[in-house]
Nanobody, 127 residues
Framework: DVQLVESGGGTVQAGGSLRLSCAVSGFTFDGSAIGWYRQAPGKEREGVAYFSSRDSTTYYADSLKDRFTMSRDTAKNTLYLQMNNLVPEDTAVYYC????????????????????WGKGTQVTVSS
């Protein structure tokens, strides 16, 4: 079974940093599309960043690419999201997701959902 477990969320002051982790099992990174989404209170879920195996590229939401960095450790089967210079608008539940057999490429999964999801981790940024 595909499983994704996020960790690393918490409360941080504006200007601070957090690193989220996502431990994955039940699939291999090779060939998969894997990434991070978030959902703020009262808002729709949005794509944050994802890695496309089709073109070996990490795609970011334009508004976040200067502050957020996604990375993978294939040996540890773990996905990371480094978030710097956080602002209150970054407050959201952050989800890790994967599509082991992706149907899209390019920026596709920034706008469309993946197949499997973790339960999410809460990030709260105080002003």
């Amino acid at each position: 079974d595909v499983q994704l477990v996020e960790s690393g969320g918490g409360t941080v002051q504006a200007g601070g940093s957090l690193r989220l982790s996502c431990a994955v099992s039940g699939f291999t990174f090779d060939g998969s599309a894997i990434g991070w989404y978030r959902q703020a209170p009262g808002k729709e879920r949005e794509g944050v960043a994802y890695f496309s195996s089709r073109d070996s590229t990490t795609y970011y939401a334009d508004s976040l690419k200067d502050r957020f960095t996604m990375s993978r450790d294939t040996a540890k089967n773990t996905l990371y999201l480094q978030m710097n210079n956080l602002v209150p608008e970054d407050t959201a539940v952050y989800y890790c997701a994967v599509s082991p057999n992706p149907v899209g490429s390019g920026r596709y999964y920034l706008y469309y959902n993946m197949d499997y999801w973790g339960k999410g981790t809460q990030v709260t940024v105080s002003s």
